[in-house]
């Protein structure tokens, strides 16, 4: 093993889509069993969780956080809205789930200003990939997935519940596995960064 694998970084890890009907509370004990500093954000399709639902999931919340994830999840949806149908968004998901963390993720990563703007004025971050970075407003508080910092301090491991092209949750369960353990890991709210740097 080279120098750089054996320094231990901060874990932070995310899966996308949970709603009624795709969800695995089963494989993520399995995680937390195998190390039990294991933490994990998931990203809840607002309108698509029961309060069932729901309410399983916060009895866990010491160790999943849930972040908004679109509103439907309709393909583009994220895509047609003003600043201000985002604000209504997430005052509409926080109140189907008021724990919901102050995280927003654009379903297929598709966003524009004009979400950008609606998060920004209701102090929610964005999750987002960094393709998006050259359309990210400076000012943006914000988590990248698949950012490649040379020292990057974060292991940044980003998935989906169900099975898709091998980033699902049981699917690519040896991946999840893989930090050693003992490892520190945070929520994505823990690491948001308040302005856009230039790398
Ligand atoms: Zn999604």
New binding site residues.
Partial sequence: MGRLSQIKKTVVMDF??LCDGNEDLGTLRRLKDRDPNFKVTL?A?PTRCSDALLTKYSMEREWIQLGI??WR?ARYECLSWTSEETEEKLALAREVYPDFAHVF?A??WEICDEVYAGCKNTGIAVADHYRNIVIMPQDTPHYIYNLKLRDDKLTRLHG?IQPYANTGLSEAYDKWAKPPVGSEYKFISEVIIREKEVH
């Fill in positions: 996308d889509d990203f399709i994830h679109g999840h993720k379903p297929n989906h």
